[in-house]
């Protein structure tokens, strides 16, 4: 249980480091001449397929996906999908870091989602939590700086639907190994976002736009997804996210490098209190995601008996 309980939190950790890199490539590559429905379509498409590319080629165990499992995948995509459109409006608005600091309110509602699954977490994690949200309101507290409001709604409204589609993502995988759920995850994506590029923009970048950004963000997002679902499968959904609030950093950190975005003191006090809430995971005990399997609002996500060796040893 222990062995397996470092992994996930490697895992975690993991993507959230992919993840923070997230918000500085979209940012850059909507300053250097891409829409954000250009930037969410297209790093979206591309790593749904060199994901399904690979899988097919090398792996191709990972293509098979019980019928409910597959439409949790689908349900979960959908939604994350329509919560990268609104996290890359929102990034047009914002700066990086504080969209990023907007985003990672993401944890309280996935406690919210937990709670309702009855998957509750324990008094630590709730502690961590207080303490988080104390964080991110230094971490928000911008003097002399006026902020987007709509840019502030859109990128909550991207933290909630976030927070939604990783509890969905753990019933799948209580079954299902964390790259088939990503592969089918980031399909169910491309189909929600690419079809809105198609929709309500449609605008191609000129020749000389830089596609190096777009390319970094490419490769983040199958790298943390691939994580993400190895630590949600393995710790959780619930600590997957609190362990995910590092991202937070390695944003600011490259924000500040890259795009020249500057932190008051205030500001790293609360990233420093962000970080204690990260520390304290290894006095939070272990809970691995268990499930009634009767009730809760995504009880109907049960999957079939499988036999033990399908997916063979990258199980």
């Given amino acids: 249980m222990q062995k397996k309980y470092k992994a996930g939190i490697t895992a975690a950790f993991s993507s959230a480091l992919f993840l923070g890199f997230a918000p500085v490539f979209g940012k850059l590559a909507i300053t250097q001449g891409f829409s954000p429905f250009a930037v969410v379509a297209l790093r979206t498409g591309f790593a749904a397929g060199i994901l399904l590319l690979v899988i097919g080629i090398f792996y191709r165990q990972y293509l098979y996906i019980f019928p409910v499992g597959l439409a949790g995948c689908i349900l979960a995509g959908s939604i994350n999908g329509l919560g990268s459109l609104l996290y890359y409006l929102a990034l047009e608005r914002l700066n990086a870091s504080v969209g990023q600091l907007l985003y990672s309110l993401y944890p309280f509602f996935v406690a919210i989602w937990l709670t309702l699954d009855h998957q509750p977490p324990s008094r630590l994690t709730f502690f961590r939590i207080g303490l988080a949200a104390i964080a991110v309101f230094f971490l928000t507290r911008m003097p002399d700086q006026s902020v987007d409001l709509t840019g502030v709604f859109l990128m909550i409204g991207a933290s909630i639907l976030y927070a939604m589609h990783l509890p969905i993502n753990q019933r799948v995988l209580f079954e299902v190994p964390a790259p088939t ?71 600011i950190l490259f924000s500040n490098i890259w795009l020249g975005e500057n932190l008051s003191p205030l500001q790293w006090l609360g990233a420093i209190g962000l970080g204690l809430s990260l520390l304290l995971v290894m006095f939070d005990p272990p809970q691995p995601p268990t499930y009634s399997g009767k009730t809760g609002w995504l009880s109907w996500i049960r999957a079939p008996a499988l036999p033990k060796d399908i997916f063979g040893p990258y199980e």
Avoid: C, H
Wanted: glycine share 8%; no cysteine.
């Fill in 181 to 251: 759920v990503a592969l089918y995850t980031l399909l169910s994506m491309s189909a929600v976002v690419i079809p809105a590029y198609l929709l309500f923009d449609r605008a191609w970048p000129e020749i000389n736009t830089p596609w190096l950004p777009v390319l970094g963000l490419t490769f983040v997002t199958i790298s943390s997804r691939i994580a993400l679902f190895l630590g949600v499968k393995k710790i959780g959904g619930m600590q997957t996210a609190l362990l995910g609030l590092a991202e937070l950093l390695i944003a």
